[in-house]
């Protein structure tokens, strides 16, 4: 299988998909991490990432692990409101995309360059523009 590259520097940050793959050790999400740390590009994860991705099955000691080492970005008054205005600015509904809408907000506030691993490339596009590389997972 073919590796996909990532960027110098910046920021890798993890959708709900992206996390829950890490959780169950996907050989492509764990490589492109392991890429990205050699990089020097910080992994994060927004903080309402953790509440979409984890399900009763979730191993939480295997959570705790794989939390211990990503940044969990907070999402405050002021990061909700900034959420708000990029849902606005696509036209979605913030009762469906809520927490896209958080994690594409604490993508874009990542140093550049920021790539994310999502499972939903189509929504995440509308919410964050061409400012962040989207990669599939």
Same mark, same amino acid.
């Given at each position: 299988m073919a590796r996909r590259k990532l960027s110098h520097e910046g920021a890798l940050v993890? =959708? /709900?998909e992206g996390l /829950?793959?890490?959780l169950g050790d996907d050989e492509t999400v764990v490589a492109l991490i392991a890429e990205a740390r050699s990089r020097g590009m910080e992994v994060a994860i927004s903080a309402l990432t953790i509440i979409e991705a984890v399900q009763a099955r979730t191993n939480? #000691?295997?959570l705790n692990w794989v939390l211990s080492g990503l940044r969990a970005v907070p999402v405050g008054d002021e990061e909700a409101k900034a959420a708000s205005a990029l849902l606005m600015a696509a036209g979605l509904h913030g009762h469906k995309y #809520? +927490? =896209? !809408? #958080? &994690? !594409?907000?604490a993508a874009?506030?990542?140093q550049r360059p &920021? &790539?994310?691993l999502t499972s939903d +490339? =189509? =929504?995440m596009a509308k919410l964050c523009g061409d400012r962040i590389r989207l990669v599939s997972v």
């Open positions: 993890l =959708d /709900s /829950s793959k890490l939480k #000691a295997r #809520a +927490i =896209d !809408a #958080a &994690v !594409a907000e874009l506030r990542q &920021v &790539v994310m +490339i =189509d =929504d």
